[in-house]
Nanobody, 119 residues
């Protein structure tokens, strides 16, 4: 059974920092690409940051220079360090694990963790 369990969401003032964690079980973690997505009220879920199985990272333009994604293969955990938080960063943050098999893929989601940034 695959499980992704996020933690670290909280209420924080603008300019503050948070670190989200996502603990993964049931898959060979090191072979999966990991991503953090967020969904604000009334908006579509969007990719915030991703890290490939090899460690290559990419970020949404809105968070570049403020957020850092990283992973620890020994702990089967991916992190999202969020600095200089803005009210527009508010939303539910979801962890995603994905592996491609040619034209097919498997993807799994966590239950989400709420991040609220007050102005």
């Amino acid at each position: 059974q695959v499980q992704l369990v996020e933690s670290g969401g909280d209420l924080v003032q603008a300019g503050g920092s948070l670190r989200l964690s996502c603990a993964v079980s049931g898959v060979i973690f090191s072979t999966y690409a990991m991503g953090w997505y967020r969904q604000a009220p009334g908006k579509q879920r969007e990719l915030v940051a991703a890290i490939s199985s090899g460690g290559t990272t990419n970020y949404a333009d809105s968070v570049k220079g403020r957020f850092t994604i990283s992973k620890d293969n020994a702990k089967n955990t991916v992190y999202l360090q969020m600095n200089s938080l803005k009210p527009e960063d508010t939303g539910v943050y979801y962890c995603n694990a994905r592996i491609n098999y040619g034209l097919r893929y498997n993807a799994y989601w966590g239950q989400g963790t709420q991040v609220t940034v007050s102005s």
